[in-house]
Nanobody, 120 residues
Framework: QVQLVESGGGLVQAGGSLRLSCVAS????????MGWFRQAPGKEREFVAS????????YSGDSVKGRFTISRDNAKNTVYLQMNTLKPEDTAVYYC?????????????WGQGTQVTVSS
């Protein structure tokens, strides 16, 4: 089993920045691709970004490209999501996810989520 614990969410004004963190435990972190998803009230869960187990390959959703950056520190078993130029439509619960293998395809592990609220 992999346990994922997110942190770093909060309330921020539009145009501001936040950095989310997700600490993984329970298995060898470098065996897992990692990612971030989000879900706003009344909407389906949306892919935000993913990063390969090596950290070399990253993908971002169209709605966050150029504003959000995913990274990982394998020595700290942690994946980050740096969010810049935040917009009110970025308001959502953000979930960390893990998938065994080099790339994120079907995450088998999820964190409990952290709320991000962007005020206009």
């Amino acid at each position: 089993q992999v346990q994922l614990v997110e942190s770093g969410g909060g309330l921020v004004q539009a145009g501001g920045s936040l950095r989310l963190s997700c600490v993984a435990s329970g298995r060898t972190f470098t065996n897992y691709a990692m990612g971030w998803f989000r879900q706003a009230p009344g909407k389906e869960r949306e892919f935000v970004a993913s990063i390969s187990w090596s950290g070399v390959t990253v993908y971002s959703g169209d709605s966050v490209k150029g504003r959000f950056t995913i990274s990982r520190d394998n020595a700290k078993n942690t994946v980050y999501l740096q969010m810049n130029t935040l917009k009110p439509e970025d308001t959502a619960v953000y979930y960390c996810a893990a998938d065994y293998g080099s790339l994120l395809r079907r995450p088998g592990y999820w964190g409990q989520g952290t709320q991000v609220t962007v005020s206009s």
